[in-house]
Structures are given as structure tokens and as C-alpha cells.
């Protein structure tokens, strides 16, 4: 499929779209990452181009979507609970269109339960069709028939299509999509499909395009960003697109995520400390601190291999802030393991985790294993973890007090203390007061104060 005809489909369906509707509305609900995030928002500027206004109530749309998330279960039971709860509304309205897409519905079990069991979605659609909805919305109003597709995976990714984004001065630009490493616990490389990137030339114009129109900050975004580039006629390394970013003109700041330690190389950190633009902050999942684990997860490093990396960055890069995520009570684990866990938590000093207790997923090979450790164990082991992440984050967020950050106002705060927040270039939360002016804004930010989780400061008037 080209330009061509994709531009032919965006307005066949808007004519289609605006003689079926006198004001139609849309509804689109994002689950799961900001890979997610970043696919809706393509998703509602193909909807604007079709003719459709946008609605916070579900009530009042003539298009519901669901954009879907399978990494846990109970994101699944969520978003059958919000299915379930439309049957009626589609009784009172028989022409509005309910459809779900993204990594849950490329699952056959999960298109044949909706099948089933909700009659009446009219549409679902897997992560590399996207870029049909158009033709598939006017098929649906042109005869009515329901569409059920998952296939479509043609190793590109394509760059034509309308953006409408949620925020106009941060962009989230995906460089890459899908996943080569077949995690043991994980089904993004099911659902995703294998890594197939971007041309570094399109994404540099994106990015430039962004910044232009007041962008202050872009975050690249992949499921391994480490790898990108690999599959490409002409190799490029995640370190020389950052480079090519840097180099962009403007005043912004670009942030990327996830990396996996795998493919994390010494010249990625060198570039990140050379690279004024580029945020001191690396989110990079360690699962386990434990050898026997990571290697039942194949994970495809060691425990001392991730040291050696974090190691290295906190010499080339003084101030670099390290975030993770943490799997507890994986099947194999043993009490033993967690502590290891726990050992690297305390050598590495993350400044947050993002905790997860194990979730089996159908399909996946840790799903078959023997889970011998009770739910009851694995929260006790949960809650030693979270104390010991909380005085480690008490402890470096109380360094930042008395010290002037650059912050980007990007919203408000939830504190009573503060109306404002945004982050450092070491992704710590800063809410502070300040003129709602200010958003999108600049500015300097004394910290005055510190918790476990955020930081707290006075604005600073230039």
C-alpha cells in the first residue's frame, strides 16, 4: 500500500463518514505503553481526516475504540469490563461502530472470545494494520459486514499516515516496532512481530517537523531501542541516531525508552553523555538481579554484564539516573533469587522501579512452568522489595535539594504543595508552584524539599 492509496481511502470514508453522521464523534481509549499512546495518536489524526470530532464521553461517540494492551491480565479483564459495559449503547445506537486494536486483539484466543462473547464489536484490528483504518471504517458503513483482522506484518512501517497528538509540546516518535528476544514471560514479540525500524532519514524529519511547531520534548520509542537499525539495507546504531537527533536545531530535550541491557553498548553511553540534548536517564529493565532467573527468562545477560554497564555509565556519566522494572516471584525463583534481586537493587540505586508481581501469559513458555511459590509469599517478597526502592529513593532525591534544575513545565501537579510539575534530565518529578502560563514552558526550579518518589522546588524567575 502507498501514499496514494492510503490518501484515496481518507477520503472516501470522510464522505462516507460525514453522509452517515450529521456531527460524528469519536472515543479512543489507550491501554498499556507509550508505543500504545503513540499508535492512538496516529489512529485520531486519521480519524480527524475522516471527518470526526473527538469526545471524552463514551456516550456520545459514534466510533469507540479500545487500543489494547496484553502484557498483564488484568489489563485484559479491564478492557472486557469497558466492552461489556456498551452492549446496551449499541442497542440505543445500532449505527455506532465499537473496535479494539493493538497487542491484545492479535491474539486468536482473544479475537474468538470476542466473537463469542461481544456480538457486537464490529471491528478489530492487529498492531500492523493501523494504517487500513481508514479503508476498513468505510467498508464497515459502506455493507455493513464486521472486520476481524490480525494479519498484514510486511516487515515495514509505514509513514504516511495523519497524526493527530495528545500533547503539542512533547512527541512521541517510534523509531522501531516489535521484538527479537523472546523473553520467557513475555508476548510483545507474538504480538508485536520482529523488529523492523524506521529510516533514520523519516524520523529526523519527523523530529524536526515536531520541533518546528514547538515540540520541547521527543521521546524516541521502541520495544528494544538498543536494537534499532539492525534490519536496515544500510545498518545504523541506536548511538548514531541519537547523534543525528542531537543535532536537530531547537531548544528541546529527547528522552527514549526501552532499552534492553542485551544490546546496551559502551558507545550508547558515551553517546549519551556527549549529546547536550539527550535526557541522563536510562530506563533499563533488569527483570532479576539473580543469574538462575535471568537465564529462565533468557534474558540474554548476566547479572555482572548489567553491573559492568551501570558501572560505566556512572563514570562517563556523573549524574545519569538508571530506572528498571522488576518481575517478582518468576516461577523458578527462589527465596535465594530475590534477595540477589534486592542485593543489585541496593548496588545500582535506581532512582524508581516499576514493580510487577509475575502475570503468566498464554502462550508464552514461562506460562508452563511450575509456579511453586504462593501469591501470599511473592507479596510479602513484593513489600521487601518497595521498602528497601523507597529509602534508596528518599536518599537520592535529598542530594537534589539546593540545587537549580531546567525544567519543562509539561503539566499539573498532584500535590497540595505545588499546582505545577515536569522532570529533570534525569527523569525526576519536580512539582513546584507556578502560573499555569507556564506549561510547555521552560523554566528554572530550585529543589526545596525531597520524598521517596518526587522532589519539590520554588520556580526561579530568569
Known sequence: MNYNIYDKNIAESQKIVLEKYKNPKAYVHTFGCQQNVSDSERIKGMLKAMGYDFTDKITDADFVLFNTCAIREGAELKIFGNIGELKHRKKEHPDMIIALCGCMVQQDRIIEKIKKSYPFVSLCFGTHLTHLLPEMIKNILSNGKKIFRTDGDDGTIPEYVDIKRDCEFKANIPIMNGCNNFCSYCIVPYVRGREKSRMPDDIIAEIKEAVNSGVKEITLLGQNVNSYGKNLAQPVSFAELLRKANEVKGDFI???????????????????????????HIHLPIQSGSNLVLKAMNRGYTREKYLELVNFAKEKIPEIAFTSDIIVGFPTERYEDFLETVDLIKQVEFSQLFTFIFSKRPGTKAAEMEDIIPSSEKSKWMNQLLEVQSEIGYKLNKKLIGRTEKILADGYGKSEEACLTGRTMQNTIVDFKGSPELIGKFVNVKITKATPFATFGELIKN
Open 254 to 280: 529527547i528522552r527514549f525508552m526501552t532499552s534492553h541491557p542485551k544490546d546496551c553498548t559502551f558507545e550508547l553511553i558515551k553517546t549519551i553523555a556527549e549529546c547536550e540534548k539527550v535526557s541522563k
